[in-house]
Each structure stands twice: as C-alpha cells, then as structure tokens.
DNA sequence: GTCTGTGAAGGGCTTCACAGCT
DNA sequence: AGCTGTGAAGCCCTTCACAGAC
C-alpha cells in the first residue's frame, strides 16, 4: 500500500467515505489559512506530485551552487533531476514566476524559493523512536543536518540501548516519549520500530502533538486525520523489483534489442507514486 | 486457440515518450513470451500502482495465515490493508479469478497466486554494496530472507570493512563485484553507497547482468533501458513531511475542529509513484 | 442475500504545443 | 532567436455502481 508515496492528497482529495474528514478538513485550512496568514511564504496547495520532485530538484541546485553556476534552463535542470523540461517547468509554476524568459532560473533564488515551499526554512526538530539496526542508521545519517533537520531526541525501549549514545544524543526511554516530545518541540517523528511496537509509538507521538511521522514499519497505521504520514517499506520495494525482474526474464531478447544502442535514460523512482524520489547528500559513507 | 481465460486487456500499456522504451519492450516481450514461456506463471502486465499494492496485501495475508484463517472478504483484507475494497478487487482482477462469488477468497490460494505474479516463488539472489550506517542495516535486516530474498554477497570500497564478517558473509572488495556477481548469478542489486560512488557501482552491477537495481543513493542514476531500478531517498522522505508539516501548521484551527472525533482512518503512503510501501516483519528489533 | 468481478465515470498528473516576454 | 509559463489533450488510476455467481 503505499508506499507509493502518493495518496494522500490535499485539497481536493476524493476519498472514499472514511477518509471524506480529510478532504474536508484540508479545504476548510485553505480557505481560512488563505485570509490570516497569507503574508508569510505562500505555500500554495501544490500537487502529491510536485511536492516529491520539488526535494530533487533541490538536491540538483545544491550541487549546482557548489559548481559555481549561477544561471540554469529548465531543459538542464531538468535533466540533472531526471524528469522532462515540460514538467519541471509546470512544477516551478505553482510556485509562481521564478525564471526570466530568453534566459533561465537563477540558481540562488530558485533554491531559496523552493526551500521556503516546502517549508524548510522552518527548521524542524525530528524525534526517532526505535534504535535498532536502521533506527542506528538513521540516527547517524548526516544527511538530516544538512537539510534543515535536527534530530533532538532517541527513545527505545531496551535497557540495554537506553543511555547509550549515539551521535552526540542520548537514547532515552520510550516511556518517555509523550512529556519529552512535548518539551523538545518535536515536529516530526520517525518511526524505526519492530511493527508490534510501531501503532503504540505513533499514539504516543500523536498525543504529544507531532503531526508528521515517518514510518519504517510495514504495518499499515490508524492515526487520526489531521496527522500525515509516510512510509517506507524495503520489502515492498524488493518485491516490486521481483517483479519487474520476472518479466524481465521473460522477455529477455527484447530487451537485449532495445538495450544496445540506445542512450542512458535518467532513472525514475518509486512514486512512487506515484511515486516518490531524491535528494542530496551521502547515506552511507 | 490458446484463449483459456478471458483476456484482461492490459497488453496496451501506454507510455510516454521518455519511458517509451519500457513499453516497447514490454508488448515485444509480451508477444514472444505468450507462445513460448507461456505455461509458466502468468505474470501479466499489472498497472505500476497494483504491483506495489499486492506486496502490501501479501504480508496482510501473511498474517492472516499465522492466525489461522482461511476465507477473506475483500473488505476485511482490504481494511487490514488499509485501501478501499474497490481498488483491491480491482487490483486482484488483474490475476485473473481469484475469488469465489458470495464467500470470499481464500488465504492460501489467493498468496500462492501473488507470490507468483510477483515473482517470489523464483527465488532472488541479492548482492549489496557499500556496507556503511545504511548498509550494516540492511544486510542485518531479517526481513528479506523471511520474503524470498537470499543475500549472497556484500562488498565495500573501504580496507577497514573489507574482510569483516556481518551476518554470516564476509565483506569483499567491490574490485572483484562484477566478477563475483556473474559467479554469485545475482538477480538484484542494492547500492546503499555515497552518492559518488553510485553510478560506478550501478555500472558494475548492470555490466554483470544485474537487471534489477535498488538504490539509496540521492543522485539520479543512468541506466540502459533495460535495467529496472527503483530508488529510496530517505531526506526526500523527510522533505516531503515538511512540506506537510508547514501547510498544517497554518491551518491549525481546521485540523483541530475535524481531529476530535473523527475516527481513525487506514495510513496510507508514498509511493510512489508510482508509490512504493510495505511488507511484513519487523526491521530493527 | 452475499460478495466478487468489471464496465464506466471522474480526477490527477504528464506531455504537447504554443503564446508571450526578453 | 531563446526560453519560460500555461492551456489543452491524453493517460493512468481510482472510485462508483451494478451485473453475475454462489
């Protein structure tokens, strides 16, 4: 299920009877949300879509800033980031006018408008709950930090991982979770937990105000409407590959013909969902 | 002649220009596989979405059978899966019958069915490379084998864990990669390496016949036509829920007003694009 | 009556093609 | 001439509603 990350849309989501709370409660926040705040950086209603590739291209001008280039087309951005010209430029759109025609996107200010959509400006405080194999990983992936988010809390459940430290942070009890959240401000909260722990945390979470959650656990969670949620499941992501890899196989002389001489193609992930994609820096050094 | 079910029609399977090529290979392959390769599974050519969705319903499925039931109806095990019944029955239409009228379907068959359109019963032979935070992580990670999935090899550029053993394998230099996934006849490959290092490894792999590649790395990589690769980017993950997290936050009041009572409601997630999302066991205990 | 399988309607996202500014 | 921004067309997927089997 989805992983794909798509799904959840915003505005205009037509969900199916249960989940009817969410598209309403969306529309009813626009509308208000449009009248009072309207000043601060106008994070419109963009599309499941464009919110996943805007992180890309982010990724792209990062790398671009440190080359030096000051100036980018949209054909060249968008063949750093793997997609089609035409859509970047529609994905920039929604953000309103950010190049200057006959010329390109300037780089800087690009980067800052995006930076500003999706909300990065913002400096968010994520909480990691689960500090097994992967919950280590995350925790010590330095790819957060250089994004704008600061990893503020580790909770387990195990004695023998509670008081340990990793990365600069102290693993706490999970028992803990609720009262500590609350007090570091968390606003997103990462779930690393075996799945018969995962539904528990996330109450646990939610009951402390965190919005936005990150799951790591194949079971499908039941949270309350007003509270996003990711996920990534491996498995799923190898049984997919499974797949194609079986036709593949099947298919294999076709593929052979195909594949010879023809160019590179950038690669395209997940999304995803509908799928979901990329962004920068190094995982696992 | 050879028509002994009715033909769902998939076979069209449309593609845009850049993706051109995967349906080009698909209806050739399509076309030959459909007289020689028929008897064996029928893997047919499944809408993107529906694969990522069957791994999902697999591991629901998986669990049905440890709690010893028998029949499902396609609105239990589509509530445990957290999508509508609709799109679950739709999804599994794609199989061919799977069902019977007025009961439900049977647990079982119905897993043996998607097992084998998903390809799993063939048993993948997965390579890893880069054996860093994320690495470690994934090779240590039960859940693969529990799926089908064998690790028969992890290999790392770096001298301090080439030679260290990790979870019953030794780490070998990613100099001998090519050879040794000929040897090792691997059919997928996971790169959990630094962005730079990514594309050469990828290189490595599809030069060794790997045609099914899962990448951690944020950089897009290029790959002849024929290589399927499906990517996770955990900061693009994090950036997506930003963007959540800011447009709730202006919207607070709504999302109060709605949040109270309402019930819960199934997680949905990424993907994925062409989404991507779960399968069952835990990930770090 | 119950529950599956499926044609048809509807929506979102991608691609095309071109209008418009520099 | 070059490149961005955007309406329109097309595609894929989801949802609805019901026909069909038990």
Redesign the pocket.
Known sequence: MSE?H??H?F???????A?STTAASTTAAGAAAAETAAPRAEVKDL????V??LATYLRVLGVMTDAGTHI??????ATAAG?????L??????L??????????DVTRLRARIEAALGLDQGHRVVLVGVGNLGQALARYGGFGRRGFTMVGLFDSSPDRIGTEIDGLIVRDVAELEAACRELEATIGVVATPDDAAQRVCDGLVDAGVRCILSFASAPLELPPHVEIRRVDLAVEMQVLSFRSARRTDGEHAAVALGGGAPRRAARST?K???STRNGSVIAP
């Not at 309103?96 to 996107?105: A, D, L, M, S």
């Open positions: 794909q798509q799904s849309g505005s205009a989501r037509g969900a199916s009877g989940d599309p499941q879509a464009t996943t590739r980018v087309s949209s054909e060249e951005l997609v089609g010209s035409s859509m430029r529609k994905d920039l759109s929604f309103g006018p950010n190049g200057v025609r006959g010329v390109g996107y999304s969902d509908l799928g």
